[in-house]
């Protein structure tokens, strides 16, 4: 009976742990979340990056004075580009993207008085 008690303990607080680990892209993007909890969703188009910053409970995180870089890896084609902070919690780059299914992509981005972080995404 033990046993059981505490296989359905473990089993219940398990699940409550990861209740909120679901990254749900907001805007049909890619989503990472950096080891402080805050997510990036990478969204990319043949002229534009835009990248959606949010906590770890999804609510917006400001962007106003923050800076980064993204790097695109696409078969042997890399390409870097500098980030600019865009409306409420956006960062934005334009150009010319080859971004296919399954490029890797590397956002390195800072907010003001934080360190920088860094997440990995694939480009779906």
């Not at 959606?52 to 609510?59: R, T």
């Amino acid at each position: 009976m033990k046993k059981l008690l505490i296989a359905a303990s473990i089993a219940l607080c398990s699940g409550l742990a990861l209740a909120d680990g679901v990254l749900k892209p907001q805007q049909g993007g890619v989503m990472a979340e950096a080891k402080s909890g805050n997510r990036v969703e990478l969204v990319v188009s043949a002229d534009m990056l835009m990248v959606y910053l949010s906590d770890h409970s999804n609510k917006p995180v400001e962007s106003k004075g923050a800076s980064g870089e993204v790097t695109l890896l696409s078969g042997s084609e890399k390409t870097t580009t500098k980030l600019t902070a865009g409306n409420a919690n956006t960062l934005m780059a334009h150009g010319k993207f080859n971004a296919a299914a399954g490029s890797k992509a590397i956002v390195k981005f800072t907010l003001p008085g934080k360190t920088e972080e860094q997440v990995r995404l694939t480009v779906k």
